[in-house]
C-alpha cells in the first residue's frame, strides 16, 4: 500500500508557474506508474500527465503539453508536475494517483492510491 500526499498549490496569476510535489509513503513507492489528474468545478475529474515507474518516460495531455511537465524522483518518493505558462482553464483541484498496473497511468478506473488533492486558482 501507498500513501500519497499533494503539495505546492496555491493562487498565481495567468503566465505564471508552480511546481506541485506529490510525496509517497510506504511500500515500493518505485513499482508504481503515476499520474497527475485534475478537476475544475462542475467538471469531471480528468487526466493531466503521467509517467512510468523508471521516470524514463512520460505522457501529457493535449491541453497541456509543452506547458507542464512530469517528472518523478525514486530517491525521494516524489512526483512532481513544473506548470509553466498558466491559464484560467488550469483551475483546478490537483490530484496524484498511482497503479500498479503500468506503463502509463491515463484512467480513472485503473487507479489504485489517490492523493487528498491541492488546489490551483489562476486568476489576476
Known amino acids: 500500500q501507498v500513501q500519497l500526499a499533494e503539495s505546492g498549490g496555491g493562487l498565481v496569476q495567468p503566465g505564471g508557474s508552480l511546481r506541485l510535489s506529490c510525496a509517497g509513503s510506504g511500500r515500493s513507492f518505485s513499482s508504481y506508474a503515476m499520474a497527475w489528474f485534475r478537476q475544475a468545478p462542475g467538471k469531471e475529474r480528468e487526466f493531466v500527465a503521467a509517467i512510468t515507474w523508471s521516470g524514463n518516460s512520460a505522457y501529457h495531455a493535449e491541453s497541456v503539453r509543452g506547458r507542464f511537465t512530469v517528472s518523478r524522483d525514486n530517491a525521494k518518493n516524489t512526483m512532481y508536475l513544473q506548470m509553466n505558462d498558466l491559464k484560467g482553464e488550469d483551475t483546478a483541484v490537483y490530484y496524484c494517483?498511482?497503479?500498479?498496473?503500468?506503463?502509463?497511468?491515463?484512467?480513472?478506473?485503473?487507479?489504485?492510491?489517490w492523493g487528498q488533492g491541492t488546489q490551483v486558482t489562476v486568476s489576476s
Open positions: 494517483a498511482a497503479a500498479s498496473k503500468g506503463p502509463y497511468l491515463t484512467e480513472i478506473d485503473e487507479v489504485d492510491y
